[in-house]
């Protein structure tokens, strides 16, 4: 219960840091660097999120065990709902306070890029990992392991 409130609290800290309004060039080259920290920070409290998620699914016994497609399924469902919330946050909040259209320009295509960087990086990182820990639940998200 704990770690719910950590991470609600975490994202509210991390995506309450722009009340300013931005009106030159500079600003915007700071808040578009912000937008890819937080975008990092996020892809990473996704992959956390759906590690606690895959630990607490236990395993099935029997011939035909389906807790792997349960843990797949919520992988999917988090690495899905991750950039979502993040580009409809930036496209709806954030960018109300960037006063020109060249610099709205500019920041909607740094917010489309950094929501592709959330996919990519949650993707990579999550396989590779699964692939590390192959016997544990978190790998067993790939698939059946051969024995």
Same mark, same amino acid.
């Given at each position: 219960?704990?770690? *719910?409130?950590?991470?609600?609290?975490?994202?509210?800290? /991390?995506?309450?840091?722009?009340?300013?309004?931005?009106? *030159? @060039?500079? #600003?915007?080259?700071?808040?578009?660097?912000?937008?890819?920290? =937080?975008?990092?920070?996020?892809?990473?409290?996704?992959?956390?999120?759906?590690?606690?998620?895959?630990?607490? @699914?236990?395993?099935?016994?029997?011939? *035909?065990?389906?807790?792997?497609?349960?843990?797949?399924?919520? =992988? @999917?469902?988090?690495?899905?709902? !991750?950039?979502?919330? =993040?580009? $409809?946050? *930036? !496209?709806?909040?954030? #960018? #109300?306070?960037?006063?020109?259209?060249? $610099?709205?320009?500019?920041?909607?295509? !740094?917010?489309?890029?950094?929501?592709? !960087?959330? /996919?990519?990086?949650?993707?990579? +990182?999550? +396989? /590779?990992?699964? $692939?590390?820990?192959?016997? #544990?639940?978190?790998?067993?998200? $790939?698939?059946?392991?051969?024995?």
């Amino acid at each position: 219960m704990k770690t *719910n409130y950590l991470l609600v609290l975490s994202t509210f800290i /991390l995506f309450s840091c722009n009340t300013t309004k931005v009106e *030159n @060039i500079k #600003s915007l080259d700071a808040l578009i660097y912000q937008t890819y920290m =937080f975008g990092i920070i996020l892809a990473f409290i996704a992959l956390v999120l759906a590690f606690i998620v895959s630990n607490i @699914i236990k395993f099935q016994g029997g011939k *035909n065990p389906r807790d792997h497609i349960t843990r797949r399924v919520w =992988f @999917i469902l988090i690495g899905i709902l !991750a950039p979502i919330v =993040f580009f $409809l946050y *930036n !496209a709806l909040y954030t #960018s #109300s306070y960037i006063i020109k259209a060249p $610099l709205l320009a500019k920041f909607s295509i !740094a917010n489309i890029l950094a929501t592709l !960087a959330i /996919l990519v990086l949650y993707a990579v +990182v999550g +396989v /590779l990992s699964m $692939l590390i820990f192959r016997r #544990s639940k978190w790998g067993s998200i $790939l698939g059946k392991s051969k024995n």
